[in-house]
């Protein structure tokens, strides 16, 4: 996903995501794919609008400097990127197109003006949405958020909430996002039942509820707190109760009512009159609660967003004449879309709802917008928390590059631990990568090197390790691809003078050069090439070289692993049992107590039943 360019520029755990995008690319490229792999700028932001009313400097000018330190700290990475197809949301010819979206949708009745409650944040000027909102606060500045009714354009997202949810089903998406995206979705069933109001005539609410099978039980009935009636209904008894209730509501966002309604019990407030239960005839009393939402069943709409269709714009992004060529659309859709957790429903969601109204009227072919979907986990300070400027935590990436080089860095985020995984930055273990790069660099030391081809164990362990890192990175598993590149690195590095295989070293310099562009192909050049390596054919393997001889086997007893045996991958059955049961653990699981199951499978385990 293309950042923010915010003033602070860039810290540590920006990186991650793009290093691990970089490496696919560049692992792509070398298996002789097309690859597009683009970077632009969701510029537009709260940030600079307040930085423009604090000092008076236009948002333009703290933009585009913004701009300038990310795209600087982005090259020094070595990110591959074509920057060709740079873009910025801020850019006129940008806006332009994403006018012609709003048009279309206007034109399909999905764009339309509206007074709704929304978030409004007095500190920022402007509505926040629900995921931006914590704690009756913003989530940048920390500001008091209230809820009030403010006309604005929305766009009626409920309209395509049964092909947004549709659409979920064949996705390579991370399973805790479908499920947000399904549960914000939230498509629900039901019965619109109008309830005459006591006292008045010719006046009526209208409740919708998902179980109209329950009218006979109803004893009281619910309005939203920002309900245009509650006014109205409200006695001068409990008027003070209803004010203090409607004004602590108004300082939650609507995720955060509907939470508290289900986790913490609900809470509401009597309005002090009544409605008429349309089959007893009955009193029934009115309450306002929180946990009720005005626009559930209703088809609620949401606010208008403008960045969420920029992956598209990258397929053609100089195009004046339309929003890209049907040529340019054959790179659609996003073969890899990697980002934070923190878009689950926000951004992607919106993404998907857009695509989705373009494929209906032939902008696309595709009713999808990313095929896979990746989140990579937050890389915390060094304290175990998130990173922020009050924390005194961040880790400003310029230092490390500045102090061990790019490729350190790009080597140590993806070493930390699986991609998906939330992991501390630890400054001391970043040593481990650099002795790493370093040990490999000394392979080409002069008197090292052989041009004799690999043979033996070097032979066996070069096509393991070229096996092991191709199905690493194809899995984006890449801390175990560095793992076996380190152990390959040993093996050579264990060699005498003159002994070290240069076909060996090169094959290790290519599997390398993805996660570390610069020492790679500074060792390409030395060894003797003259062009760039980055478009080499990707090393292939002998798969019968790249076989185990030996495997390992879990000797269970009664299905419980009490040993671990290392035997020949094509030994048969009766020896792998005999030799299990010579394992002193074994044995002392099995003495004296009848046999009267084994159970082998190949390769894999040995089960004796006692």
């Known amino acids: 996903m293309f950042p923010y360019p915010s003033g602070a520029g860039l810290h540590v755990g920006h990186p991650e995501g793009y290093t691990a995008t970089d490496i696919m690319s560049r692992f792509w490229r070398m298996q002789g794919y097309d690859v597009l792999h683009p970077m632009g700028w969701d510029a537009f932001g709260l940030p600079a609008e307040q930085h423009a009313i604090n000092t008076g400097t236009h948002p333009a000018v703290t933009t585009y400097e913004n701009i300038a330190t990310f795209k600087r700290q982005l090259k020094s990475l070595g990110f591959s990127y074509d920057w060709s197809r740079e873009l910025s949301t801020t850019d006129d010819h940008y806006v332009r197109w994403t006018q012609w979206i709003f048009l279309q949708l206007f034109k399909k009745g999905l764009a339309f003006q509206s007074e709704v409650s929304v978030n409004w944040c007095p500190a920022l000027g402007t509505v926040l949405a629900n995921e931006e909102v914590i704690n009756g606060k913003s ?16 766009l009626k997202i409920t309209d395509y909430a049964d092909k947004l949810e549709e659409g979920l089903k064949d996705m390579e998406w991370p399973e805790g996002t479908l499920s947000a995206q399904k549960q914000w979705i939230g498509r629900s069933e039901g019965a619109s039942i109008k309830f005459s109001i006591a006292g008045v005539e010719n006046q009526s609410i209208e409740v919708f509820t998902t179980r109209p099978d329950t009218l006979m039980g109803v004893t009281y009935v619910v309005l939203a707190p920002e309900h245009p009636f509650v006014d109205q209904l409200t006695t001068v008894e409990q008027r003070a109760a209803v004010d203090a209730y409607r004004r602590e509501a108004a300082s939650k966002s609507d995720l955060e009512r509907t939470a508290i309604g289900k986790d913490q019990g609900k809470s509401g407030v009597a309005l002090g009159s009544f409605v008429v239960h349309p089959l007893t005839q009955e009193r029934v009393p009115i309450w306002i609660a929180d946990y009720v939402l005005a626009g559930y069943g209703t088809g609620a709409v949401m606010a208008w967003a403008g960045s969420c269709w920029y992956y598209l714009r990258f397929t053609d992004p100089t195009n004046t004449k339309e929003i890209f060529s049907r040529e340019a659309a054959s790179w659609l859709p996003v073969d890899l879309y990697v980002g934070g957790q923190e878009h689950a429903v926000l951004h992607l969601l919106y993404a998907r709802f857009w695509h989705k109204v373009l494929f209906d009227i032939g902008v696309v072919d595709h009713p999808e917008p990313f095929k896979k979907l990746v989140h990579q ?34 080597l140590y985020e993806m070493f930390m631990g699986p991609l998906e995984a939330t992991k501390p930055w630890q400054s001391n273990q970043l040593m481990g990568v650099v002795r790493f790069r370093d040990r490999v660099f000394s392979l080409i030391q002069p008197g090292r090197l052989t041009t004799q081809a690999p043979q033996g164990e070097v032979l066996v362990e070069m096509h393991k390790t070229i096996k092991k890192v191709t199905h690493d990175i194809e899995k984006m598993s890449f801390n175990t691809a560095i793992s076996a590149m380190m152990i390959f690195a040993n093996k050579l590095s264990s060699l005498g003078p003159q002994q070290v295989p240069q076909q060996a070293v090169e094959s290790l310099v290519l599997l390398l050069s993805p996660f570390a562009p610069h020492v790679a192909e500074e060792m390409w050049s030395l060894m003797g090439h003259q062009q760039s390596l980055a478009h080499e054919q990707w090393p292939t393997f002998d798969a019968k070289l790249a076989e185990d001889a030996v495997v390992k086997i879990a000797v269970q007893i009664n299905g419980k692993v009490r040993a671990t045996i290392e035997v020949a991958k094509d030994i048969d059955e009766a020896t792998v049992i005999r030799h299990a049961m010579e394992q002193g653990n074994v044995a002392k699981f099995t003495q004296d107590k009848q046999i009267k199951k084994t159970i082998y499978v190949p390769g894999r385990i040995v089960n004796i039943i006692v």
Do not use: C, F, T
């Open 377 to 410: 986990g937050m890389i915390l300070g060094g304290d175990g928390e998130k990173m922020s400027k009050s924390r005194g935590n961040v880790i400003n990436p310029d230092d490390i590059v500045h102090e061990y080089g790019a490729d350190a860095l790009r």
């Open 139 to 154: 989530e940048r500045g920390d500001h008091p958020v209230i809820r009030q009714p403010l006309r604005q354009w929305v």
